[in-house]
């Protein structure tokens, strides 16, 4: 029930310590062997994809999302050609991509332009796909995207190969500070809060959830996780046939190492307490930066 979120960057070589997330890095797509290989020797069944383009051009559209050339859909296809039995699953989101740093196209005044986006995310969820991947996971959060991005993958006769996993309800965090230095994502202008929930959205969120299983999303995802453990039980009500995942965030991986390595806990054991709340509140799936310390620690 772990899936280890990696960063693929566009130098195929690279190898680069990501500061504040311990122990991570950007890989580039000629390393993944190195870095996987002795991971899935130990029991790794699953990874989500976030690519890290640091030498394209973006541009409004976010054209380069899903190059051919690309990190993520090299990655894809790198990851199922060396380990036949990983579960290879990948973000799409366009934020990376466009030359704004926000997740769509704009209207003229900044603000998110849905209907296009919609389209140009479910565009690039396909050819993820098309790609070899597993799992499509949305992190955008706009109405509509999960049902074009299925109607795209039936279309694409890729309706029962590939699952599509919503990042359903997303909360405007503090917590995404570390993911933000990985991937180099924050947004030029403004913010994502209006399309990210905001802390005390209990009721959006449970909307979102619903509206996303209306739309055929497979899994559903809370993130942030332990701040928002109410809303993984809420969820685990509102959709009890799904799966249901949780993303235990860039932030909380840091805070649970900085907390160890300042005398405050034992690490294992809080990162233990830290997802056995996250499954007491009904999260099936748990994205989590711990994933190859616990390969170890659940081996021990
Ligand atoms: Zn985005």
């Known amino acids: 029930m772990l899936m280890y979120p990696i960063f693929i960057t566009d130098d ?7 500061k504040t ?15 996987l290989g002795p991971l899935v020797k130990k029991g790794l069944k699953s990874v989500i994809l976030f690519g890290v383009p640091l030498n394209c051009v973006k541009d409004e559209f976010g054209t380069p999302a899903d190059d051919p050339q690309g990190p993520v859909i090299l990655a894809i296809k790198k990851l199922r050609e ?8 990948a973000d799409v989101c366009l934020c990376e991509y466009t030359s704004h740093g ?5 209207h003229p005044d900044g603000t998110i332009n849905t209907e296009p986006s919609v389209k140009r995310i479910a565009e690039v969820a396909v050819n993820y796909a098309r790609a070899g991947a597993h799992c499509v996971a949305p992190s955008d959060m706009m109405d509509g995207r999960v049902k074009a991005i299925k109607r795209g993958l039936l279309d694409a006769g890729l309706g029962n190969k590939c699952t599509l996993m919503s990042y359903s309800a997303k909360f405007a965090s503090s917590l995404y500070g570390p993911f933000r230095d990985a991937a180099g994502s924050a947004p030029s202008f403004g913010n994502r809060k209006c399309y990210q929930l905001p802390p005390t959205a209990k009721g959006l969120a449970r909307r979102a959830i619903k509206r996303d299983t ?5 899994i559903i995802m809370v993130k942030p ?3 928002y453990l109410d809303i993984i ?5 509102l959709a009890p046939d799904h799966p249901l995942a949780c993303y235990q965030v860039s932030g909380e991986y840091a805070m649970v190492c900085a907390g160890a390595a300042a005398g405050v806990y034992d690490l294992q054991t809080m990162a233990f307490e830290s997802v056995e709340s996250m499954v007491r509140a009904g999260a099936t799936l748990i994205l989590t930066y711990f994933t190859p310390q616990f390969l170890d620690w659940l081996d021990a």
């Open 225 to 227: 996780a332990l701040p």
């Open 12 to 18: 195929p070589d690279a190898s680069v310590e990501i």
């Open 233 to 237: 039980a809420d969820a685990a009500q």
């Open 214 to 218: 209306e739309e055929g999303a497979d």
């Open 82 to 89: 060396l380990f036949s039995e990983l579960y290879v699953a």
């Open 21 to 35: 997330l311990p122990g991570q890095r950007r890989w580039g797509v000629n390393k993944l062997e190195e870095f």
């Open 102 to 106: 926000h997740c769509g196209h704009l």
